[in-house]
Each structure stands twice: as structure tokens, then as C-alpha cells.
């Protein structure tokens, strides 16, 4: 038997730039993948925002993706995918992969003394998602430290990636879990990423940074693999881009962040896909 492909995009969203920290592992993994990137900054945070308001946006997002023709959704967020996954599952007829349970897995995998500490959005920590992940792919006792980190999400948008300002709100928002020894902190929201080397330097090198972007890839991988939708790779790959909000801000951070001259950035007036479930979770 032959071999089937789909050189249709991988769709990837998240509320803003923070999704391009799992995008960027996605193409290093996956180089013959074409790729099609939606950030809502128009919209964000997500993180303070009501679970409803989260389902609404995710699915006019998803309805976005897959009048691109999309051959799979990648929920890069975590509050969304803590908030909107099962509606988004419920409601895609392409493979839906969010971002909670393989980051939750990397912990295990990585903590030594179980004690492992979670920053994310505060609808994130609200959602309680990691606590019940982890408790669940863990087979010895853990203990879970929650922080919300809301004020890391504008400081990313806003390029202070280094800045003294994100140090000191970094030092804040960290000590109280630093002070329980924890081993290993998960970066649940993919806005923080940006900020690693901020985090890294005020955790120490006690603690590991846990972010799943590399371990979302393999996920992927694995699914496009299972179902045949592999790229044939033919043809070099090609990567676009789309925002809520202002092209020109996207493109000076996301080709900072990417590394390369990023060109192909379109804006999507989000509004004008339905935000109807079919079914809700
Ligand atoms: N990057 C998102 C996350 O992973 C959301 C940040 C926000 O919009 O509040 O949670």
C-alpha cells in the first residue's frame, strides 16, 4: 500500500505572540510542514477573560482556520486550551492538539523531588487544569505550587523579553513558589517562554523550566503520522501569518523572536467568523 500525504497548513493559534514559542519547535521538528498562523492580540488577554468569552473566541479562531483549509488545529494557549479544548474537539473535523497535557507530562518527566510549580494566566490557574493533569500522569505522590503570572503576558507583548521591569515583577510573582524548593517549573502560558531568560535567571539552576512546545511537536508529529497527513515535501515549506491586530507590530516582534525576516503577516477581522458551537463539550 502507498503512502498517503496533505501538504494542507497546520493551523496554530493562540491569543497573540505567544503561540510562535510552540510555532518555532513545530518548523524545527517538522521542516517540510507548511504552517498558518493566527495571534489574536486584538483581543488579548485571554488569561483574565470568562471561560464563555475564551469558547467564543477559540471558536471564531477555529472557524478562521479552517476557511484556510487547514489540515489540523493546534491550540497554542493554554488558557484557551484549559477553557475551550473539548468545544474546539467537539467541533473540528480536523484533529484538534492542545498544549496542557504534554507540557504536564515533561514535569513528570523531568521533576526529581515532585515538587513542581505551575505559572500560567489566571483563568489557567483558576481551571485547575495542571493540578489534575499531572496528578493524573503521575505515578508517585506530587506536590503542585499555582501562581498566576497576568502582568508576564503584556511585558511579552510589549518585547520587554529582558527588561528590568519584567526582572522585578519576575522576582515577585516567582519567590513565593522558589520558597517551597520546587525542582521544576512548568511555563503554562506560551507567552512566557519569551521571558525564559528573565525566569531562568531569578529560579536558578535548581529548577528546570518546563515548556512544551518541543514536547506539542512530537504530539503532532505522531498524529500526522498516525493519520497519513504528513507533507510530502516536495516544495520548500511556506509559513504565513495572520493578525488581529496591528501587521506592523507582529512582524517587528515576530521576526525577532523567529529570527528571520517574517513577511507574509495579513490582518483578519476575527469578528466576522461565527462563533455557533455544533456541540459543546
Ligand atoms: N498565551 C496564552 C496562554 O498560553 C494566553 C495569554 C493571554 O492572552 O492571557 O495562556
Redesign the pocket.
Known amino acids: 500500500m502507498t503512502q498517503a500525504y496533505d501538504n494542507r497548513p497546520i493551523g496554530v493559534f ?3 505572540l ?2 510562535l514559542t510552540v510555532l518555532k519547535d513545530i518548523m524545527q521538528r517538522l521542516p517540510a510542514e507548511n504552517t498558518l498562523y493566527f495571534g ?1 492580540s486584538g483581543r ?6 470568562s471561560v464563555e468569552t475564551v469558547t467564543r473566541f477559540s471558536l471564531q479562531n477555529m472557524r478562521f482556520l479552517l476557511d484556510q483549509d487547514v489540515k489540523m488545529i493546534v491550540i ?7 477553557r475551550a479544548y473539548a468545544t474546539i474537539r467537539n467541533n473540528s473535523p480536523v484533529p484538534v492538539i492542545e ?1 496542557i497535557e504534554p507540557g504536564s507530562r515533561e514535569a513528570v518527566r523531568q521533576s526529581e523531588n515532585g515538587r513542581i510549580g505551575v505559572i ?2 489566571q ?2 490557574i483558576d481551571s485547575q487544569v495542571y493540578i489534575k493533569t499531572i496528578e493524573k500522569l503521575s505515578d508517585k505522590p506530587v506536590e503542585i505550587f499555582q501562581q498566576a503570572c ?1 502582568l508576564f ?1 503584556s511585558l511579552a507583548e510589549e518585547g520587554w523579553w529582558d527588561h528590568p521591569v519584567t526582572r522585578d515583577v519576575a522576582r515577585i510573582y516567582l519567590e513565593p513558589l522558589l520558597s517551597r524548593h520546587i525542582d521544576a517549573l512548568v511555563l ?5 517562554p519569551l521571558l525564559s531568560s528573565v525566569i531562568k535567571s531569578i529560579a536558578g539552576p535548581s529548577v528546570r523550566l518546563i515548556h512544551s512546545g518541543a514536547a506539542v511537536a512530537a504530539v503532532i508529529e505522531q498524529t500526522l503520522k498516525r493519520t497519513e497527513s504528513l507533507n510530502n515535501g516536495q516544495k520548500p515549506a511556506v509559513h504565513a501569518y495572520f493578525t488581529s491586530d496591528s501587521v506592523r507590530r507582529f512582524q517587528t516582534l515576530s521576526s525577532l523572536f523567529l529570527d528571520q525576516p517574517i513577511t507574509d503577516i495579513q490582518h483578519v477581522d476575527i469578528e466576522q467568523y461565527s462563533c455557533d458551537a455544533l456541540q459543546s463539550d
Open positions: 493562540d491569543s497573540g505567544g503561540g489574536d488579548m488577554p485571554y488569561g483574565s477573560k497554542a494557549c493554554n488558557t484557551a486550551s484549559s498544549v500560567g494566566t483563568g489557567t497576568p503576558v503554562g502560558c506560551t507567552h512566557y
